[in-house]
């Protein structure tokens, strides 16, 4: 129920900035949930994606020699989100979201795989997302 996106970048080509690229992670999220009718957006002092109060999206990264490895998550599936409450996500006592209980209706992980990632290159590769 999650897509899962792990980008293998060389930040020496983004400006060696690791706060950069977390929020530019954060970006192709925001995007690509706006297109599908979801109103996501950053929360000020913490990494990932927000709607509505709750979490649609962690971010976890890595990098060696500024190489990035690890990436992020989104939750697609509501069947998913029950699992969560046997944990605390990300370290913190918070609600997770999905994004079809954002745009309230059915998706397939498949079927949103390929649009993130055209929001993805958008914020990446300055092109423009359709």
Same mark, same amino acid.
């Given at each position: 129920g999650q897509l899962t996106a792990y980008p293998v970048l060389d930040l020496t080509f983004f400006g060696k900035d690791i706060g950069a690229y977390? /929020?530019?992670?954060?970006?192709?999220? %925001?995007? @690509? *949930?706006?297109a599908l009718? *979801?109103?996501?957006? /950053? /929360?000020? #002092?913490? +990494?990932?994606?927000? *709607?509505?109060? =709750? =979490?649609?999206?962690? %971010? #976890?990264? *890595?990098? =060696? /020699?500024?190489? +990035?490895?690890?990436?992020?998550? %989104?939750?697609?599936?509501?069947?998913?989100?029950?699992? @969560?409450?046997? %944990?605390?996500p990300c370290g913190m006592d918070i609600t997770m979201t999905c994004l079809e209980d954002?745009? #309230?209706?059915d998706l397939r992980v498949a079927d949103v795989a390929e649009a993130f990632s055209e929001h993805f290159k958008g914020v990446f590769l300055k092109k423009e997302v359709p």
């Open positions: 977390l /929020r530019r992670l954060e970006e192709a999220v %925001i995007s @690509f *949930a706006r009718g *979801a109103a996501a957006e /950053r /929360r000020h #002092g913490f +990494t990932g994606v927000w *709607a509505q109060g =709750k =979490k649609l999206s962690s %971010i #976890g990264v *890595a990098l =060696k /020699r500024w190489v +990035t490895y690890h990436g992020l998550s %989104i939750n697609v599936k509501r069947s998913d989100l029950a699992n @969560f409450s046997l %944990i605390k954002l745009c #309230g209706r």
